[in-house]
C-alpha cells in the first residue's frame, strides 16, 4: 500500500526494518488475491465463505499494518514533511500508475469496455473517490483511505500531536464514533455513505499504538489505551455493520459477513505480530512485491475470467496460472518500477536535507 501499509518502517534504515510487518503483509496480500478469484466461482457459496470475506480479512490486516508503520516513518527536522511527501509519492504512485495502464488494457481486451480520458487522467490521482470518478480497478479503493492517513498523520505530526500516544487515541475513538453515525445515517437514509473509511481509518490509528504492545516496549499507559480501543471496537463494530450492511448497495452486503470478517481480520494481525514475528521470515520476499500483487491481480482476474467460464466451476489449472503470473508480473514490477523509485525517493531526500543543512549554515 505501501497500501499497508505497503511503507517504509519507521526506524528509515533497512537494518531496523520489521520483516514480520512485510511478511504478514504478503500474507494479506494472497487473502485479497485469492478471494477475488473465489468470488467469481461456485466455491463462494461454501458455508465458510458465505460467512467470511478473506478479501476483507486482508484488507483489515493491510490497514493494521499501516499504522503500525506510517507514523513511524515522520521524523523530527525541518525537512520531515517534504521526506515523507517525496517518499510516499515515489513509494506509491509508478506501480499504481503501471497498473491503471493494466486495468485500461484489461477493459479493452476482455471486457470491450472503452474508457475515457478523464477517467484515466482522474485515476491518475489516486483521489478519484474524491472526484466522483470510478475506479478502473476496484481494489483502488482502499488507495484513498491510506491517503487521508498520511494527510492525518502529517497534519498532526506538523503541530507536534502525532508522537502523543493519548491524541492518536483519541482520533480512534473519534473516528470510531464516526463511523458508527455514518452507518446510523446509512441505515436511516437508505444511502452509501463510506462508513469504511472512519472504520479503517481508527483502526490505522489503533495500529500505531498497537506497534509498542507488540514489540514488547509499551508502558502501562499505552496498553490501557489499547484495551479500551479494542473493547469499543469489539462492541461498536457489532452497531456498525447491521446498521451500515443490511440494506445491499450493490455489493451483496451481508452485516454478519462484515462483522465476521473484521474480527477474524483484527484477531489474526494481533495474533501474528504479538507471537508469531520469528516464524514469517521466510515469506519477507512475498511481502515485499505485496503492493504490485495487490494492484496486478486484477489483470489476471479478467483474464482468467475472459479464458473460462468460471461461474461453472473452480479451474484448478485457471487458479494456478492467475497466481503464478500475477506473482510473476509483481516480481518484475517490484525490480524495475517500486525499487528504483524509492532510491529516486532517496536520493531527493538526500538533497533536499543538503540543501536544509546549507540554509542552516548560511
Known sequence: MNTLTFADNG??????????????RGIAAMLVVVA????????????FLTWVNLGQVGVVIFFLLSGMVIPYSLKEGRHALATFAVSRFFRLYPAYWFSIALAVASLDWFLSTPVSLSTVLINMTMFQAVLKTPD??????????EMFFY??????????LLGKAWVRFGVAIGLLAVALIF???RFYLAKKIP?????????????????????GVADSHVRRLVAVWLALFVVLLVPICLLAYTTDHGHKENPFTYLISYLIGMASALVVTLYLRRTLKSLTFLGTISYSVYLIHPFFLEWAAYAT??????????????????LVLASFSYALLERPSIGMARAINARLQGSFRQRAQA
Open 195 to 215: 462508513v469504511a473509511l472512519p472504520l479503517c481509518l481508527s483502526i490505522m490509528f489503533f495500529g500505531s499504538l498497537w506497534r509498542d504492545v507488540s514489540l
Open 11 to 24: 526506524a528509515g534504515s533497512p537494518r531496523y526494518r520489521l520483516t514480520h510487518l512485510d511478511a504478514l
Open 183 to 185: 452507518a446510523v445515517g
Open 36 to 47: 477475488h478469484f473465489i468470488e467469481r466461482t461456485p466455491l463462494k457459496d461454501t458455508f
Open 309 to 326: 467460464d468460471m461461474r461453472a466451476q473452480f479451474n484448478v489449472g485457471v487458479f494456478l496460472s492467475y497466481l503464478v503470473a500475477t
Open 151 to 160: 494527510v492525518a498523520c502529517a497534519a498532526l505530526f506538523s503541530v507536534g
Open 136 to 145: 478502473l480497478f476496484g481494489v483502488y479503493w482502499t488507495l484513498i483511505i
